[in-house]
DNA sequence: TGGCAAAAATGGTCTAGACCAGTTAGCGCC
DNA sequence: GGCGCTAACTGGTCTAGACCATTTTTGCCA
């Protein structure tokens, strides 16, 4: 078998296959067919699962995405997601994207121990936990789940779903400017409930980004985490050198 | 078969025998073997390409980490990692770690496009390209490439096998402080350039923090690319609002 | 010509091996 | 008691299906 020039000594032939796909797929638009897994194990003469061993991981790279029933396709280029301290709305319209929301569900419970430690409260006070699938053009890119105290922010589960940007409404409606953070980076497969939402299979990589919001007194005023996809978005900073 | 309770209606089975071991190891210490794939696959009445496929979950969730030959064990904590314009010395220093690198390749090299549009420099000026290998205590946590001018920095990669931090070369050195940066960050899977000096399997995700850094002149001094294993770094920034 | 149902095609899950590559343990010998 | 070699055990790769769930296509009928 010759798959995209002679492999090195000792590859496995499953990355041959996936060198092979990388290199016919780099000259392909987005959004454009790749053939079947079945076709491929054809050509390739090599059996189905390796071909899916190899597709998998360019999907988990964000090459490719597949829809079961229909195909696997070459995937969309990435938005660029800035860390810094603004909404999602405004990091979406700075990244020259329509931001929406959809509100998937929101609680009042009780804080308990982890929770109650990070928002300064006690166990027993009450929260807001708000679940939201965005948008950017329409085009689903993070899950997010976010805590904020229902004391001190009373009737927040209804006015979210008036309003498209969480940190505007607590600006306007209950006088409290966020004022710094701090956020965690990690990577996570996809749980189901991040992946139905985000039409991503179950396992796919995102970015998961934790954060904790204060006022300008210095009072923790929202937790949050984010779940994006990380085949559409790339995190970016800006820094500036802590000597000066 | 009964695992981990009833599982829901209609869970993959993989997925099954994934809730099952995520409930076990989470009693478990770091460093604890776990039970082998052919012990669970009968243990759990299924194939070991089911029991595979939920180890490899939990591998790139950073919570099993893999050897051949040896077994499966319950890996490691994270380390926290900030994401400042400091050097990686300082920042494994600050996370209680002792930092240390070891130079895997150094070459002089044309700039070519990509880099002399980023360096500020001519295609065919030349450049440092340097790849380490980073440890924190003694463990490789990261892979690096840098890229900087090679006429700015003459002798640099002789300088380098000598000094610790880069950061503090060039300042001590060349007289150049970094001023400002930014980076950019994704996830990618480890390919064997990665995972081979980590010590990761090949398709393991890393987190990929790529960053272009400027002396206080603005001029740009340094391309960085940095791959962290996932399981074993957290970043975390420290953001101020830009209203004020 | 349009709508509906069934068939076909797609990816997803699962099984059961065989064989390879790396590590560890045990045994024998000095 | 230590060293070397071999066997056994581990994860890694590969094969070849079967069957499930979802989507698309095709054919038929009104």
């Known amino acids: 078998m010759t798959i995209a020039g002679d492999p090195p000594v000792q590859e496995p032939k499953y990355y041959t296959v996936k ?20 076709e491929l194990a054809t050509e390739l003469q090599t ?13 988990e790279e964000g090459r490719l995405v597949r829809r079961q029933g229909s195909g696997t396709y ?15 709305t405004e990091q979406v319209q700075a990244s020259g994207f329509e931001p929406s929301a959809q509100v998937l569900d929101t609680q009042r419970l009780a804080a308990g121990t982890e929770l109650a430690k990070q928002l300064g409260l006690t ?9 939201r699938l ?13 805590w904020l105290p229902a004391e001190r922010f009373p009737g927040l589960t209804r006015q979210i779903r008036r309003h498209g940007s969480l940190h505007a409404l ?3 409606e ?18 189901p409930r991040e992946a ?30 984010t779940w994006f996809r990380s085949d559409r978005v790339t995190l970016v900073t800006h820094l500036r050198s802590r000597r000066r």
């Open 47 to 59: 059996s189905r699962t390796t071909v899916r061993q190899a597709l998998t991981e360019l999907v």
């Open 123 to 131: 166990p027993r006070a009450p929260v807001y936990k708000i679940e």
């Open 174 to 191: 209950y006088g409290t400017a966020i004022q710094m953070g701090e956020e965690w980076i990690e990577t996570a497969p996809a749980t």
């Open 134 to 146: 965005r948008f950017a053009d329409a085009f689903p890119i993070a899950v997010e789940t976010c």
């Open 19 to 38: 060198r092979h796909l990388l290199e016919f797929i780099s000259s392909l638009e987005p959004g454009s067919s790749v053939a079947t897994e079945r």
């Open 170 to 172: 607590l600006a306007d």
């Open 74 to 88: 070459v995937a969309e280029p990435k938005i660029t997601w800035p860390l810094y301290l603004a909404s999602f």
């Open 196 to 225: 139905r939402p985000l039409g991503v299979d179950v396992g796919t990589p995102t970015l998961v980004v934790s954060r904790q919001n204060f006022d300008s007194d210095g009072i923790p005023v929202e937790l949050g985490r």
